[in-house]
């Protein structure tokens, strides 16, 4: 792919000039353009004056801008190597007529672009899984949006700007008692990435759906807290939707920062300017330090004051009420491996798994923690994984940087997909497939992540029965991506392991001995133990230098037919075998093949 991408070069140059020769009009008259660098302080001075997308190449040593004509030639005339990029910019501003086809009879009456929820839909559809699922969901309001908190406003062009309230989504079974572990989801801090409230969307309806129908949802919804917030920035949200509504009818707006009109009117908004405050710049945690403008029209404004805006001083108290703080004080201070809780923030695009720092390049104080985590992460959903300044860019005052920074907890920027806008079905055709199996895993080692990703993986939890009341408990336990060390054990339960005096049963290598990185285990239960269908059983590995990983479980009600069973137990080493093979592959299909695999 990469490869091609070099090959290619020419091509571009050739199609690029082509496009500029012919007067752009296939394109139109904005751009994703690839600007070339040598130095950092080059990446710098582009980050802070252009609209630089989430992605870096490398390789080829460019960054990718969004560029208007007029753009265009100020990027050539201070001298930098500029070449327009085709594909990305016909994916990235499509054809007007792309979207504009009758709307379908059963059209909602908020949706835009081809499907994506408006702000106002995203807020009825967070009512409407509260109503349905108001046993395990609570939809808390922590603050209003900077419009509302302010009492409105008018938009340059005139329209009256949409206020909102600012939503979370809580997601636990609230008759298991105790303090619980929490996930932490948020998206749409930049508001141009609009496909990233819908796979946080998705996550939730994994969780509320697969409660006591899965038992890895169930057992998430009971023993932890996952706290979801899948518009941080609604009021942007709105901005951008308007473009496609009267009197713009066109292409959604790519406002990327919040509607607080501070010292700018630039509209409608561009590429080299637009109003608001760049949320993920408006961090706290060593606020204004580099990589963001003070300049209110540019696109990584970080505002007037550490989190000036309540978009971001509401969402830092949510998640200070959240997590306890358990980093000390220092830079250099690492929080102690058994920290709790983790956060992941949603972005696009470029396909990444970025950890702090941004600020520097200097490594965190967890440094180790946090890159076997984003590893392990970026092993589910195949993304490329590192540093967040050094894979990108550097920022300051963005949440991931402050969650880490303030609380110690790991925090991730998952950067998704491949544009600000594809089309609505990129989410459910590559999106929520590719990335499922990494916010899963993510939650399954919220209770402390640091030791957790150490350990194995348990996977493919099933059962079998047998012509007696035994019942066979299978399972592969995992360690590539975990270490790489032998797998040295695994054992079952009644009850999640972290329960006081929880009876664990021993569970052996199928193939006779624990020598493998990957190995398929078997146990046995008495089936007198299962008091229904909703019992569930808990498995997990260990490894040789005594790491345990996270629990995967499975419900006695999963238990096939007896025939069905009695055959799995008579070849019970050619089933252990298939269960290899299907386990084997489940990091080597491609990520939309491996949406149903249990992990
Ligand atoms: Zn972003």
Redesign the pocket.
Known sequence: MRHAVRCCIWCWVITATLCVAAGAATLGDTFVVRVYYTSGEDIQRLVTRYDVH?FNDHDERCLLLTASTGTLARLRAEGWQVMIDTNRSLEFIPPRDVFRRPPPASVRPHEFYGNYKTAQEIVAHLHALTAAYAHIATLVKYGEAFCKSTGGAVTPGGQTQEVHDLLALRITATNTPGSKPVFFLMAA??A??IT?PELALRFAHWLLEGYNTDADATWLVNEQETWIVPLVNPEGHWIVSLGTQPPYNGNPFTQ?KNAHQDRCTAWPPGDWAQYGIDL?RNHSFLWGTTGISTAPCDLVYCGLAPASEPEVAQLQQLITNLFPDQRGPLITDPAPSNTTGILISL??YGRYVLWPWGHTSAPAPNQAGLRAIGLKLARYNRYRAGQSSTMLYSTSGDSTDWAYGELGIPAF?F?VGTSFMPAYSAIDSDQWPTNKGALVYAAKIARAPYVLVNGPDALHVELSPTPSNIVVVQAVIDERGSGSNLVAGAEWALEPFHHAAVETYSMHAADGAFDSVYEPVVGYLDSAALEGPYTMIYVRGRDALGNWGPMSAVFAGEIPEPAVGLACLLGLLTFCQRRFDRAHDLFTLRPGQRAEARN
């Open positions: 989430e801090i930049h141009r990435e990233t990327r993920n972005h696009s920027t950067e």
